[in-house]
């Protein structure tokens, strides 16, 4: 018996394109909503061909048809649970295939002997049916199919794909159905009067699917601006798509060479007051605009060192208004400063602007600035020195920048001035303050040292990192074996069963499924067998009306019982809850081999349902060394713009939860599970840890108890800045 693969995540690598956590997720909802609305397409279907077949063979007087037509029903009545069980596990896999794009195939003319074979007529009449099956689907379905083309493709993030890489597509559902039929041993000529007993009505069954299928990716805002009418024009070739209004992209602002642009925007703008008219000597006209810069007066330099030592070095855990003075704009208006050549004015008016726009930002705490402060005559005498300062972001001080401000992330408004990091930020600017004169590979030296720094004391940390994984993933895998367990068992639990058969299913058989999910897998032929049971058990409650069927149900009997049996010694089911349950099945059982109608249950009017909307639920989740705060939604969430962009976190990236008191704590994400996209956050400094899922912290977000924070440098940060205001003055 070939073993169901309900594989977890859908693995695209190596060959196939590359998807994000969020996008796995979705894929999953998507293959698990078809499948279990296929395999009840499939269950209406196969008892209509039922009744088809028993109908066709009252009506004919051949007595070899009517023996054919008869043994195909009987064979669909006994091995149906088996063929909806195989046919969800084909589809699945093809559902899979699909998405990894189109297989290789031979060059147009090239012969390959192994493919060449005697023509068996039988197939052939078989491939064919199966063609106009897949035309009658694709005639009937077409918009719904070209919508789920082009919602997989945004998913997998593939610009087009041909329809055979569509994995809704008609052909994944025909292969499917071909083997499934093959491998529940039905024959050629029984595969084909099915075939063409489907061709005249499929649609109705697997257009809904398709139409399902489209509303979920909608509800998570996958293209919901695609145009309801999706249909190709006439003309346009299968699999083409079709255009839609791209948003305008606005050029770069740091294309080309960055200081000219920034020296034009000075020149023209507002500051250019501030270099004296005829300040620039002979030699920095001769040097203007050429590439190059006449090299600073003796004067000049020896003002810009005064003036470095001269700035206070001591930290303090509170700035004043002193460590936060932007120093170059009095160095500007000093006599040294007024005497400048025209392009050293300009370097220092937007130097100056970059420390303003730092000084403003209210992402960066105080602390932090006043660190940062300290560079501000290093930073000018570099860019003085070397205008491929503003463009290079290699440069060595813009590479020490960016260090600085990763390591600041970790800090919200307060800062521990006795935190490691802060500490070795700070001896690298002293470092700086104290020693540097023209050689810029102090600060390469310092940022490799400060990298180094930070890496060694995640590392430290890396522990702690691992055990939180391994509870996350231990929680992951038991919330995953009930998601399995919920998904099979929802058709038999909706559909119109006695209700100590769903009693049964519900509790017992859930659990036996949860435990085979979690020890041996859902790939694993112990799965199998117990879906089949559970299937063979509501077929088998159904009334038989004919000899053959209670003849099939006689036989099926003791091994059920015996397969019942065993899963209830599995989970540990106690006798006198095992008795009950075999007693009332053995009235169930008795009525449909006399070929009666069950007694009647007593009715219970259900409750309406009422929606319900989201929550945060919490749990803990501790193994005796290290705890983590596990986040989820107590129901599922409509897709909106901020759920799209907690998608889009990576591994480094920081957020900042808010706490009751006004306060905040920041959180480093260190781990993405690759299996349901959950956030691992962790915070060096603290052992516990913060798991997330992702709709969980959307929705925190919109409450406003937690903010996504810019990883985007301090100094790139300011550049941008310093542009708009430039070019909007």
Not at 287 to 312: C, D, K, Y
Not at 525 to 551: C, F, I, M, Y
Not at 632 to 655: E, H, I, K, N, Y
């Amino acid at each position: 018996m070939t073993a169901t693969t309900y594989n977890n995540v859908i693995n695209l690598q190596p060959a196939g394109p590359r998807v994000t956590g969020a996008a796995n997720r979705i894929l999953l909802e998507c293959r698990d909503l078809a499948s279990r609305r296929l395999r009840e397409a499939l269950r209406e279907m196969r008892q209509r061909a039922a009744e088809d077949l028993s109908r066709r063979a009252d009506e004919t007087t051949e007595a070899d048809e009517r023996r054919f037509l008869l043994g195909l029903k009987d064979s669909l009545t006994e091995r149906g649970s088996r063929l909806e069980n195989q046919f969800a596990a084909h589809w699945t896999r093809e559902f899979d295939a699909a998405l990894k794009g189109p297989q290789q195939h031979h060059a147009a003319g090239e012969i390959v002997l192994e493919e060449l074979q005697i023509v068996d007529f039988g197939e052939l009449d078989e491939d064919l049916a199966l063609k106009a099956l897949n035309s009658r689907i694709k005639d009937k379905c077409e918009t719904e199919l070209y919508a789920l083309g082009r919602r997989f493709n945004y998913l997998v993030s593939r610009e087009a794909a041909p329809e055979s890489a569509n994995p809704s597509s008609p052909e994944v559902f025909t292969r499917a159905l071909k083997d499934a039929l093959r491998d529940t041993e039905f024959d050629s000529q029984a595969r084909l009067e099915l075939f063409r007993f489907l061709e005249s009505g499929i649609d109705a069954d697997i257009g809904p699917v398709y139409q399902a299928l489209n509303a979920h990716l909608l509800q998570h805002g996958v293209l919901p601006n695609l145009r309801r009418d999706y249909g190709r024009a006439p003309g346009q070739p299968a699999g083409a798509a079709t255009s839609t209004p791209s948003e305008k992209v606005k050029p770069p602002k740091t294309a080309g060479d960055m200081f000219e642009m920034l020296q034009h925007l000075v020149a023209s703008g507002p500051l250019q007051a501030a270099a004296p008219q005829g300040a620039a000597g002979p030699l920095a006209a001769a040097f203007a605009g050429t590439g190059e810069r006449p090299p600073p007066l003796p004067q000049v330099w020896a003002s810009l060192e005064t003036l470095q030592h001269a700035i206070p070095v001591a930290f303090s855990p509170q700035p004043t208004a002193v460590d936060l003075a932007n120093v170059l704009h009095q160095f500007r208006a000093s006599d040294v400063g007024q005497g400048l050549g025209q392009l050293d004015a300009i370097t220092v008016d937007i130097v100056a602007m970059l420390f303003d726009m730092i000084f403003d930002d209210r992402e960066i705490a105080d602390p932090i600035k006043a660190l940062v402060g300290k560079l501000q005559i290093p930073v000018l005498k570099v860019a003085m020195l070397d205008r491929s300062f503003f463009s290079s972001k290699a440069h060595p001080t813009r590479h020490l920048l960016d260090v600085i401000s990763r390591a600041a992330l970790r800090w919200g408004r307060e800062v521990g001035h006795n935190d490691p990091v802060y500490r070795k930020i700070a001896e690298a600017i002293e470092r700086i303050h104290s020693d540097f004169k023209q050689d810029t590979n102090l600060f390469q030296s310092l940022a490799l040292e400060l990298e180094a720094f930070l890496k060694a004391h995640e590392d430290a940390s890396e522990s702690n990192l691992n055990r939180a994984a391994q509870l996350v993933v231990q929680r992951e895998q038991e919330e995953l074996a009930t998601l399995a367990a919920d998904s099979e068992l929802q058709f038999w639990l909706c559909s119109d069963l006695p209700m100590a058969v769903k009693d049964l299913l519900d509790h017992e058989w859930r659990a036996l499924l949860k435990k085979i999910h979690l020890t041996e897998g859902p790939e694993s032929e112990v799965w199998q067998n117990a879906l089949s049971t559970a299937g063979d058990l509501a077929d088998s409650v159904r009334t038989k009306h004919d000899g053959p069927g209670r003849q099939a149900l006689a036989r099926q009997l003791p091994v059920m019982i015996k397969q019942l049996t065993a899963g209830f010694d599995r989970v540990g089911v106690p006798a006198d809850r095992r008795h009950s349950l075999l007693d009332a099945l053995f009235s169930l059982h008795a009525a449909s081999l006399r070929g009666t109608e069950p007694p009647p249950e007593s009715q219970v009017t259900p409750e309406p349902e009422t929606q319900v909307e989201p929550e945060i639920a919490s749990q803990s989740l501790d193994d005796g060394e290290i705890k983590v705060h596990s986040i989820s939604v107590t129901a599922p969430m409509l897709a909106s713009p901020t759920l799209q962009d907690v998608s889009a976190l990576q591994r480094g990236d920081w957020v900042e939860y808010i706490q009751a008191d006004g306060s905040a704590i920041r959180y480093r994400l260190s781990w993405i599970s690759p299996q349901r996209g959950i956030f691992l956050f962790t915070n060096p400094e603290s052992p516990n840890a913060l798991a997330v899922s992702p709709e969980a912290m959307s929705l925190q977000i919109e409450r406003g108890e937690v903010r996504l924070l810019s990883s985007e440098p301090i100094f790139e940060r300011a550049l941008s800045r310093t542009i708009d205001v430039l070019q909007a003055a």
